[in-house]
């Protein structure tokens, strides 16, 4: 059994503790809860075909034209987290440094009309399609002065959040840059300083590499703070993620639904969590050397604890290397 090890991942700044004394095997992380939502019934569901008057407004949809069939579908969240209509009135009390008003946007992104259908099973160019969805919405989005940073993320499974079992994913749209993006910048430039190199420009080892394409990589990060967490980066540097083109898209969708079926088929189809970790919008041109965009997928495999909780430290019971190895070994196809 490998001795312990504390490892710092240079992006987040996180100090992450590896310790296989926590798991007997790297089986035992087959998940053990279902990966399925809440309200599974497509006769009742909101987001399939039929159902669109029980959702909140349509911002726009894919094709666009209307007596067409829809493929994909960008609403309101019906039960928004933030309030789109609040800067239009005056907020109740005075802002100050520590309180503002709620103002943002929520929305959901309806990955296609079918209720069992997945994005691991969709074509690589219906995925690219879906993540083309993202970049639209959040060109929109930035043209609101007062939203700093848009963050994209999916639930799958009811213990990573899904209220709903037709598949989909969440933007909001935050008047402020979240502190963990913050903390992200502010580790990536101390690594630019010394190295005077982006951090994710940098190739990871060959132990932790998963799979590539033409302009992404898949790997498990060199201290990942979850098992079996996974990043997809560009290889060219990259700063905002709505800068990416059709073909990178498609590229990216490929290697996206192949990570979904790896994960599935190793860690038998875990809930999991995939968030878009980009740069915010109004960054400046001296944060851009070193702001590098990535996709992160994050199985729900453990439980967060107090050590967790009050450390701000993290226990990853199985090492990349070894996550990494296990998950090259499936056979999935992207066709």
Known sequence: MASPELRKDVVTGRWVVF???????????????????????????PFCVGNEHLCAPQIFRVPPDPSSEWKIRVIENLYPALDRNLRQRDAQGEESPEVLAGFGFHDVVIEGPAHGVRL????????????????????????????????????????????????????????????????????????????????????????????ESTHFVSFVPFAATYPFEI???????????????????????????????KISVQLEDPPFNFMIQTTPLRATTSELPYAHWFLQIVPQLSVVGGFELGSGCYINPIFPEDAAELLREVNASVQ
């Open 120 to 211: 691991s099973d969709q074509s690589p160019r219906e995925v690219g399609d879906v993540l083309i969805a993202f970049r639209t919405r959040i060109k929109e989005l930035a043209a609101v002065e007062e939203i700093k940073y848009v963050q994209v993320f999916k639930n799958h499974g009811a213990s990573a959040g899904a209220s709903l079992s037709h598949p989909h994913c969440q933007m909001i749209a935050l008047p402020i840059v979240p502190p963990n993006v913050s903390t992200r910048l502010d580790s990536m430039k101390d690594h630019f300083r010394q190295t005077r190199q982006c951090a994710l420009c940098e190739a990871p080892s060959n132990k932790l590499v998963i799979n």
């Open 19 to 45: 310790s296989t004394a926590r798991s007997k095997r790297p089986s035992d992380f087959k998940s053990k809860s279902p990966s399925g939502s809440g309200n599974s019934n497509s006769q009742n569901c």
């Open 231 to 261: 990043w997809i980066t560009p290889r060219i540097h990259s700063s905002h993620f709505h800068e990416i083109d059709e073909d990178k898209a498609a590229d990216l969708g490929s290697l996206l639904k192949l990570m979904l079926q």
